[in-house]
């Protein structure tokens, strides 16, 4: 696939860019917020969404980390994600999550045992290629990053049940950036090619379809305060999976920044149908540490 091949060859940078970095310590030299928030894949974004923007507040010298934890409660199932990300001289991200999707008392009800979970590991790498969202205050041209996400499922038998092809995939995407200081605005919109099942925990690629699908992810943001940001997201997914239909995915959050190491972020999300079970919305509440 020609996208797939452009997304690795510009990955491919990552490795003789990080040797030439020689990053110094941490300085927390980027503004306030800047980095985002640890989406649900563990990069830098919102929380349904990935932005170009680097995680982090190491400046181009430096280098920045942080750590999440998510957790989103829904009518008939609770999801959770941990994880955490390294961004390296505001170029590279590196950043891992794992997820688990709790059935609780809906197990028995989709003939899954008692509190059956789903779960999935998923290893990110983003890099940047072009403009810097912040400094390019007199262009139109956005940030423009590269990533990649190899994502690992549990439990390949029930999922091979289900109608997934796989229990382990690729998702690779192009993230564009522009922020509008003097209008306290960020405006964020991401191209995805992926197989992913809800997101990767009903596995990749199914008996409806078995092809990559580019998917769209756009997100708003406003500076409300210099320490509060409020915002939306919407993200499409393919439709893989014969026994459900998979529908696309919204929320409206709120993200505090008291300071450089630590945010707080709840939100209203629906995930629309999942699993025979209706539409799952409910509240959201992440918590990130860092630097």
């Not at 797939?4 to 306030?32: F, T, Y």
């Not at 409660?73 to 997820?99: C, H, K, T, W």
């Not at 439990?155 to 306290?184: Q, V």
Request: charge should be negative.
């Amino acid at each position: 696939m020609r996208f797939q091949n452009i997304m690795i060859a510009g990955l491919s940078v990552m490795v003789s860019g990080c040797s030439a970095i020689g990053a110094h310590a941490p300085d927390r030299g980027k503004l306030l917020a800047t980095g985002g928030v640890s989406q649900i894949e563990g990069a830098g974004g919102a929380g349904l969404t990935t932005w170009a923007l680097i995680s982090g507040y190491g400046s181009d010298n430096s280098f920045g980390a942080n750590a999440f934890y998510t957790q989103s409660n829904l009518p008939d199932f609770e999801f959770r994600a941990i994880g955490g990300s390294l961004g390296i001289a505001d170029r590279v991200e590196l950043s891992y999550a794992n997820q688990q999707f709790d059935t609780g008392d809906t197990g028995p009800a989709l003939g899954l045992p008692q509190g059956y979970t789903f779960e999935q590991d998923i290893f990110g790498a983003k890099v940047r290629i072009m403009g810097d969202a912040v400094y390019d205050q007199d262009s139109w041209k956005p940030q423009v990053s590269l990533g990649v996400n190899y994502k690992k499922a549990n439990d390949a038998p029930l999922l091979t049940a289900l109608g997934a092809a796989d229990d382990e995939g690729m998702d690779y995407y192009i993230s564009t950036t522009k922020i509008f200081l003097d209008k306290s605005l960020l405006i964020g919109g991401t191209l995805r090619a992926t197989k992913a099942n809800q997101f990767g925990l009903l596995g990749f690629g199914g008996d409806k379809n078995d092809d990559y699908k580019v998917e769209f992810e756009g997100s708003i943001a406003y500076l409300v305060s210099r320490k509060l940001v409020i915002g939306a997201d919407y993200r499409t997914k393919p439709d893989n999976l014969g026994f459900a239909e998979e529908q696309d995915a919204a929320a409206i959050y709120a993200a505090y920044f008291p300071n450089k190491h630590i945010s707080i972020t709840g939100a209203y999300v629906d995930l629309g149908d999942i699993a025979l079970r209706g539409k799952q919305d409910g509240a959201y509440l992440s918590l990130q540490l860092g630097f």
